[in-house]
């Protein structure tokens, strides 16, 4: 795959964004908020971190997205087509009948969907899973993991956490939206995850932090990770949920529903024209 300036990974990111609107706005349904706080995030890991090949998706030796948080799907969906991984015209046909990008996310239904996700909490699991086999077969590729922050309010994900640092899964890359919101309000007021970084150290983890809009950051803290050999590493990407959509920017309302018509223009031209983030002029755009 061609590298890209990170003036073009940024614009690509606007690119994903627009069409998450769209894409929601045809199906009607599905999530907003997470998925276009997450789109620098995976503009940054398909566009200049993974070992992935889309002529070859099933290559056993490629490095493996495990999305936990299955909702944020439409990402997944809009970056894995500007990658190469199936046809564009494909993205409209979210949540219909007979289609094959689901609600949430079902494995191999299309080619680099790596595991059916739904109930939270069970993708670190599933990592860690296929984390563990790699390295029992000697394989040199690298697990990601995407998880949302309100997902570490379920005992399997801590269960699993505490599992990767006993195994020191070095092999492992956890990336957690810390978007600081679910689907009923605000994560600190309903059961609060800090002191965040200290929980995950305690379990034996490499932690990074990062901004999670900053795509030089995430593909630092990703490169990073890949070179700490004696434990797994955790990324606490703090993101924005709704980002460049003015009105949805840090709104929990956001999280589980679509825009209408007006709203969709609304979005689209946010998105297209707005270039400040929290009045701060996004230095990464230029």
Request: hydrophobic fraction near 35%; include cysteine; proline fraction near 5%.
């Amino acid at each position: 795959m061609k590298e890209l300036t990170l003036a073009q990974l940024n614009q690509k990111a606007k690119e994903i964004r627009e069409d998450i609107i769209e894409m929601l706005l045809e199906a009607k349904s599905g999530h907003s908020a997470g998925p276009l706080g997450m789109a620098d995030v995976f503009t940054a890991l398909y566009f200049a971190v993974l070992n992935q090949n889309p002529q070859d998706p099933w290559n056993e030796n490629r490095d493996k997205v495990i999305l936990s948080c299955g909702h944020i799907c439409p990402v997944l969906y809009a970056t894995l087509a500007h990658a190469g991984y199936f046809p564009k015209s494909k993205l409209k046909t979210l949540r219909k009948i007979d289609s094959k990008l689901y609600g949430h996310p079902q494995v191999r239904a299309l080619p680099g969907i790596e595991n059916s996700s739904g109930p939270l909490g069970q993708g670190t699991s599933q990592a860690v899973g296929h984390a563990l086999a790699a390295r029992m077969d000697d394989k040199r590729n690298y697990v990601f993991c995407i998880t949302s922050d309100g997902e570490h309010d379920e005992g399997q994900t801590w269960e699993s956490i505490m599992f990767a640092g006993k195994q020191k899964l070095y092999n492992l890359i956890n990336i957690v939206d810390r978007n600081n919101i679910q689907i009923d309000g605000y994560t600190e007021d309903i059961m609060p995850l800090e002191p965040f970084k200290e929980k995950y150290e305690a379990f034996g983890w490499h932690v990074l932090e990062v901004n999670g809009h900053n795509i030089r950051e995430v593909i630092a803290a990703c490169e990073e990770a890949k070179v700490v050999y004696e434990k797994p590493s955790v990324i606490i990407a703090r993101t924005i949920p709704g980002k460049g959509v003015e009105f949805m920017e840090r709104k929990f309302e956001w999280h589980g529903i679509p825009p209408n018509a007006k709203q969709a223009k609304e979005a689209l031209h946010d998105i297209r024209t707005i270039r400040t983030l929290g009045g701060n002029i996004c230095s990464e755009c230029e």
